[in-house]
């Protein structure tokens, strides 16, 4: 009897299974570099989870993203690496050796879209974070890895802030929101990684006025695809950085995980992810 291999398949793992652009994101790169393998949503509740993750291999996938609300479990049941342990979250699981492994993309997902977007970008002595939840963990973490020198963090709950500094180091420095205008004139780099500014959400009044006339501004918010800071620095002439784009740079490195294929963030897939956002 021969037996037929099955193509590869990887999974987003998430609960409630949300609408997510990952399969459309893995579906291209599987096409347009001619492999044969597969990438699905799968809905799994928390009380699930461990199982899933114990059976993954089983279930026939080679990995997996992870989403809300399993990071941190995730983190639990695999060995991370150092990223994921910085991060305190794992968004993308694989095997390694017969064992389980998982990492944090977002981190690279940032930077690498920051080099894309604003070649140069590293030149800033001090960046100014705003917001300390996940997502700003991956960003300050990238950015000190990276050599800024000075990272301000700027949160509604100062306390957030100084914890996120306490864990980071030196190069952290807590700044209350109130006081974020002192900080702009000195930020060669503005990122924005809280809530405000997406759609439905308030609005981040921020006067970009004070910024130097080389800062480069990045948000993470990715819907609206511009948002009204992003739109107000290109206004400014400044350089930007999309959470689009660092939602598809993300992306790369779980592919090359599974699929063993290293693939590449081109106009025309953001253009296809463009025009799936513009659906909704
Ligand atoms: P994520 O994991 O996506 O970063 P999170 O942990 O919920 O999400 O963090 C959201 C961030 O947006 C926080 O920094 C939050 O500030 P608090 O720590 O004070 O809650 C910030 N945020 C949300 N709504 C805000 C608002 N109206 N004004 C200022 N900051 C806000």
Same mark, same amino acid.
């Given at each position: 009897m021969t037996s037929v291999k099955k193509p590869p398949a990887a999974c987003l793992i998430g609960w409630p299974a949300a609408h997510s652009r990952s399969p459309l994101i893995h579906h291209y790169w599987l096409r347009t570099l001619g492999i044969a393998g597969g990438y699905v949503i799968e809905a799994v509740p928390p009380d699930e989870f461990k199982d899933f993750v114990f059976r993954l291999s089983l279930r026939g996938f080679v990995g997996a993203n992870v989403t809300l609300p399993h990071k941190e479990q995730a983190l639990a049941l695999s060995k991370p690496d150092a990223r994921a342990r910085a991060v305190g979250a794992a968004n993308t699981l694989w095997y390694e050796g017969g064992e389980l492994r998982s990492t944090n993309t977002d981190i690279e997902g940032f930077i690498n879209n920051l080099d894309a977007c604003a070649?140069?970008?590293?030149? !800033?002595?001090d960046a100014l974070v705003l917001g300390a939840g996940g997502a700003s963990r991956a960003v300050v973490f990238g950015l000190i890895e990276r050599g800024i020198k000075r990272v301000h963090l700027a949160n509604r709950t100062l306390d957030r802030a100084r914890a996120l500094a306490d864990q980071f180091g030196a190069s952290v420095h807590p700044v209350a929101w109130d006081a974020v205008a002192d900080v702009l004139p000195r930020a060669g780099l503005l990122v924005n990684t809280t809530?405000?500014?997406? #759609?439905?959400q308030p609005a981040l009044k921020?006067?970009? !006025?004070?910024?130097?006339? #080389?800062a480069v501004v990045a948000d993470l918010?990715?819907?609206?695809?511009?948002?009204p800071l992003l739109a107000a620095a290109r206004g400014r002439g400044l350089q930007v950085a999309d959470g689009l784009g660092m939602l598809l740079h993300q992306a790369v490195r779980g592919f090359e995980l599974w699929f063993g294929q290293r693939p590449q963030v081109t106009p025309e897939l953001r253009a296809l992810v463009e025009a799936d956002l513009k659906k909704v």
């Open positions: 070649p140069g970008w590293d030149r !800033a002595e809530s405000l500014g997406m #759609h439905g921020i006067d970009l !006025a004070l910024l130097p006339p #080389h918010v990715y819907v609206p695809l511009e948002t």
